[in-house]
Protein backbone atom coordinates (compact mmCIF):
# COMPACT_ATOMS: atom_id res chain seq x y z
CA UNK A 1 0.00 0.00 0.00
CA UNK A 2 1.31 3.43 -0.68
CA UNK A 3 2.28 5.53 2.37
CA UNK A 4 2.06 8.84 0.76
CA UNK A 5 -0.83 10.26 -0.36
CA UNK A 6 -1.14 13.61 -2.90
CA UNK A 7 -3.08 16.54 -2.74
CA UNK A 8 -4.45 17.96 -4.79
CA UNK A 9 -4.05 15.02 -8.20
CA UNK A 10 -3.96 17.84 -10.34
CA UNK A 11 -3.38 21.31 -10.50
CA UNK A 12 -3.35 23.77 -13.07
CA UNK A 13 -2.24 27.73 -13.09
CA UNK A 14 -0.68 29.88 -14.73
CA UNK A 15 2.97 30.92 -15.24
CA UNK A 16 4.26 33.37 -12.20
CA UNK A 17 1.57 31.85 -9.98
CA UNK A 18 2.95 29.70 -7.31
CA UNK A 19 1.91 26.37 -7.10
CA UNK A 20 1.53 24.54 -3.66
CA UNK A 21 1.21 20.44 -3.57
CA UNK A 22 0.46 18.43 -0.72
CA UNK A 23 1.51 15.20 1.39
CA UNK A 24 0.36 12.73 3.93
CA UNK A 25 2.09 9.80 4.94
CA UNK A 26 1.12 7.39 7.39
CA UNK A 27 3.98 6.16 9.79
CA UNK A 28 7.11 7.55 11.47
CA UNK A 29 9.56 8.63 8.93
CA UNK A 30 13.25 9.27 8.84
CA UNK A 31 12.77 11.56 5.88
CA UNK A 32 10.73 12.98 3.03
CA UNK A 33 12.06 13.02 -0.63
CA UNK A 34 10.08 14.79 -3.19
CA UNK A 35 10.78 13.80 -6.67
CA UNK A 36 9.69 15.03 -10.23
CA UNK A 37 8.72 13.41 -13.65
CA UNK A 38 8.31 15.00 -17.45
CA UNK A 39 6.19 13.03 -19.38
CA UNK A 40 7.82 9.65 -20.59
CA UNK A 41 10.51 10.18 -18.29
CA UNK A 42 12.46 8.99 -15.09
CA UNK A 43 11.82 10.57 -11.76
CA UNK A 44 14.37 13.73 -10.85
CA UNK A 45 14.92 14.00 -6.99
CA UNK A 46 14.37 17.94 -6.21
CA UNK A 47 15.07 18.02 -2.26
CA UNK A 48 15.00 15.89 0.92
CA UNK A 49 13.38 17.19 4.57
CA UNK A 50 14.62 14.98 7.65
CA UNK A 51 12.03 14.18 10.30
CA UNK A 52 13.88 16.88 12.52
CA UNK A 53 13.79 19.47 10.07
CA UNK A 54 10.78 21.69 9.62
CA UNK A 55 11.94 23.70 6.75
CA UNK A 56 13.53 23.70 3.50
CA UNK A 57 14.85 25.84 1.03
CA UNK A 58 16.27 25.18 -2.78
CA UNK A 59 15.80 27.87 -5.05
CA UNK A 60 12.33 28.60 -5.81
CA UNK A 61 11.05 25.34 -3.84
CA UNK A 62 10.31 25.38 -0.25
CA UNK A 63 9.33 22.25 1.73
CA UNK A 64 7.50 22.29 5.20
CA UNK A 65 7.53 19.21 7.26
CA UNK A 66 4.98 18.48 9.66
CA UNK A 67 5.48 15.52 11.60
CA UNK A 68 2.76 15.67 14.34
CA UNK A 69 0.37 15.77 11.01
CA UNK A 70 1.90 13.59 8.73
CA UNK A 71 2.14 16.19 6.38
CA UNK A 72 4.16 17.84 3.76
CA UNK A 73 3.72 20.64 1.72
CA UNK A 74 6.14 21.53 -1.42
CA UNK A 75 5.65 25.36 -2.71
CA UNK A 76 7.01 26.52 -6.08
CA UNK A 77 7.24 29.89 -6.25
CA UNK A 78 7.11 32.00 -9.39
CA UNK A 79 5.98 29.06 -11.61
CA UNK A 80 7.37 28.63 -15.49
CA UNK A 81 5.67 26.40 -18.46
CA UNK A 82 9.08 24.25 -17.87
CA UNK A 83 7.82 23.35 -14.45
CA UNK A 84 5.00 20.81 -16.38
CA UNK A 85 5.56 17.52 -14.70
CA UNK A 86 4.37 15.14 -11.84
CA UNK A 87 5.34 15.65 -8.74
CA UNK A 88 6.02 12.80 -6.03
CA UNK A 89 6.40 12.41 -2.33
CA UNK A 90 8.38 9.41 -1.29
CA UNK A 91 9.21 8.60 2.28
CA UNK A 92 11.64 6.72 4.17
CA UNK A 93 11.00 4.79 7.37
CA UNK A 94 14.37 4.27 8.11
CA UNK A 95 17.84 5.61 6.75
CA UNK A 96 18.80 3.38 3.92
CA UNK A 97 15.13 1.24 4.24
CA UNK A 98 13.08 1.36 0.89
CA UNK A 99 11.51 4.23 -0.76
CA UNK A 100 7.82 4.72 -1.07
CA UNK A 101 6.42 6.95 -2.97
CA UNK A 102 2.92 8.39 -2.96
CA UNK A 103 -0.03 8.87 -6.66
CA UNK A 104 1.73 12.31 -7.62
CA UNK A 105 0.31 15.61 -8.53
CA UNK A 106 0.08 16.63 -11.68
CA UNK A 107 1.02 21.03 -11.88
CA UNK A 108 0.03 22.13 -15.22
CA UNK A 109 1.88 25.50 -15.81
CA UNK A 110 0.14 27.61 -18.66
CA UNK A 111 1.98 30.48 -20.62
CA UNK B 1 27.67 5.44 -17.80
CA UNK B 2 27.12 8.84 -16.33
CA UNK B 3 23.61 7.85 -15.20
CA UNK B 4 21.22 4.65 -14.72
CA UNK B 5 21.06 2.97 -17.22
CA UNK B 6 17.95 0.51 -17.84
CA UNK B 7 16.94 -2.09 -21.19
CA UNK B 8 15.36 -2.42 -23.43
CA UNK B 9 13.33 1.18 -23.34
CA UNK B 10 10.44 -0.32 -25.28
CA UNK B 11 9.04 -3.81 -25.23
CA UNK B 12 6.01 -5.66 -26.78
CA UNK B 13 5.19 -9.42 -26.11
CA UNK B 14 2.47 -12.09 -26.31
CA UNK B 15 0.74 -12.75 -23.30
CA UNK B 16 2.54 -15.83 -21.71
CA UNK B 17 6.00 -15.09 -22.53
CA UNK B 18 8.61 -14.34 -20.17
CA UNK B 19 10.54 -10.81 -20.12
CA UNK B 20 13.63 -9.72 -19.03
CA UNK B 21 14.49 -6.34 -18.25
CA UNK B 22 17.84 -5.39 -17.14
CA UNK B 23 19.49 -2.11 -15.11
CA UNK B 24 22.77 -0.84 -14.84
CA UNK B 25 23.18 1.26 -11.67
CA UNK B 26 25.70 3.77 -11.46
CA UNK B 27 28.62 2.77 -10.56
CA UNK B 28 29.25 2.91 -6.52
CA UNK B 29 25.83 2.59 -5.90
CA UNK B 30 24.93 0.21 -3.37
CA UNK B 31 21.14 0.12 -3.03
CA UNK B 32 18.82 -0.59 -6.05
CA UNK B 33 15.65 -0.65 -6.44
CA UNK B 34 12.61 -1.66 -8.97
CA UNK B 35 9.74 -0.12 -9.09
CA UNK B 36 6.41 -0.06 -11.69
CA UNK B 37 4.60 2.44 -12.48
CA UNK B 38 1.26 1.62 -14.36
CA UNK B 39 -0.37 4.52 -17.12
CA UNK B 40 -0.72 7.82 -14.98
CA UNK B 41 -1.00 6.16 -11.83
CA UNK B 42 2.26 6.79 -8.65
CA UNK B 43 5.29 4.27 -8.05
CA UNK B 44 4.86 0.76 -6.74
CA UNK B 45 7.62 -0.30 -4.89
CA UNK B 46 8.52 -3.70 -6.52
CA UNK B 47 12.18 -5.14 -4.40
CA UNK B 48 15.11 -3.48 -3.00
CA UNK B 49 18.97 -4.60 -2.75
CA UNK B 50 21.04 -2.88 -0.29
CA UNK B 51 24.79 -4.12 -0.72
CA UNK B 52 25.25 -7.92 0.00
CA UNK B 53 22.35 -7.88 1.95
CA UNK B 54 19.06 -9.89 1.23
CA UNK B 55 17.06 -8.05 -0.73
CA UNK B 56 13.51 -6.61 0.42
CA UNK B 57 10.97 -8.15 -1.88
CA UNK B 58 7.89 -7.89 0.05
CA UNK B 59 6.59 -5.49 -3.35
CA UNK B 60 6.77 -8.46 -5.95
CA UNK B 61 3.04 -8.88 -6.83
CA UNK B 62 3.41 -12.50 -7.31
CA UNK B 63 5.82 -15.56 -7.75
CA UNK B 64 5.83 -14.86 -11.66
CA UNK B 65 8.12 -12.11 -10.94
CA UNK B 66 11.89 -12.17 -9.61
CA UNK B 67 15.07 -9.83 -10.02
CA UNK B 68 18.56 -11.33 -9.41
CA UNK B 69 21.44 -8.51 -8.60
CA UNK B 70 24.92 -9.99 -10.16
CA UNK B 71 27.97 -8.54 -8.33
CA UNK B 72 26.36 -6.22 -6.51
CA UNK B 73 25.96 -3.78 -9.89
CA UNK B 74 23.51 -4.97 -12.77
CA UNK B 75 20.19 -6.44 -12.02
CA UNK B 76 17.85 -8.00 -14.08
CA UNK B 77 14.10 -8.03 -13.63
CA UNK B 78 12.23 -11.65 -14.69
CA UNK B 79 8.43 -11.61 -15.51
CA UNK B 80 7.38 -15.44 -16.29
CA UNK B 81 4.34 -15.91 -18.21
CA UNK B 82 3.24 -12.04 -18.67
CA UNK B 83 -0.32 -11.31 -17.93
CA UNK B 84 -1.93 -7.95 -19.85
CA UNK B 85 -1.72 -6.57 -15.96
CA UNK B 86 2.09 -6.42 -16.67
CA UNK B 87 1.91 -3.67 -18.64
CA UNK B 88 3.57 -0.75 -16.93
CA UNK B 89 6.52 1.15 -16.97
CA UNK B 90 9.60 -0.25 -15.01
CA UNK B 91 11.89 1.95 -13.42
CA UNK B 92 14.99 0.88 -11.66
CA UNK B 93 16.91 3.50 -9.44
CA UNK B 94 20.21 3.20 -7.75
CA UNK B 95 21.44 5.12 -4.49
CA UNK B 96 24.71 5.56 -2.74
CA UNK B 97 25.85 3.88 0.65
CA UNK B 98 23.92 5.10 3.69
CA UNK B 99 26.59 8.06 4.33
CA UNK B 100 25.05 9.79 1.47
CA UNK B 101 21.51 11.28 1.72
CA UNK B 102 19.25 9.14 0.23
CA UNK B 103 18.24 10.25 -2.72
CA UNK B 104 17.52 8.10 -5.53
CA UNK B 105 18.79 8.17 -9.19
CA UNK B 106 16.28 6.96 -11.65
CA UNK B 107 16.44 5.66 -15.39
CA UNK B 108 14.33 6.21 -17.89
CA UNK B 109 12.55 2.96 -17.56
CA UNK B 110 11.12 0.31 -19.35
CA UNK B 111 8.12 0.05 -21.23
CA UNK B 112 6.60 -3.28 -21.60
CA UNK B 113 3.63 -3.72 -23.61
CA UNK B 114 1.66 -6.80 -22.84
CA UNK B 115 -0.56 -7.67 -25.88
Known amino acids: SQQGEEDPQALSIQEGENATMNCSYKTSINNLQWYRQNSGRGLVHLIL?????REKHSGRLRVTLDTSKKSSSLLITASRAADTASYFC???????????FGAGTILRVKS | GAGVSQSPSNKVTEKGKDVELRCDPI?????LYWYRQSLGQGLEFLIYFQGNSAPDKSGLPSDRFSAERTGGSVSTLTIQRTQQEDSAVYLCASSPPYKNTGELFFGEGSRLTVL
Open chain 2, 27 to 31: SGHTA
Open chain 1, 90 to 100: ATAMEYGNKLV
Open chain 1, 49 to 53: IRSNE
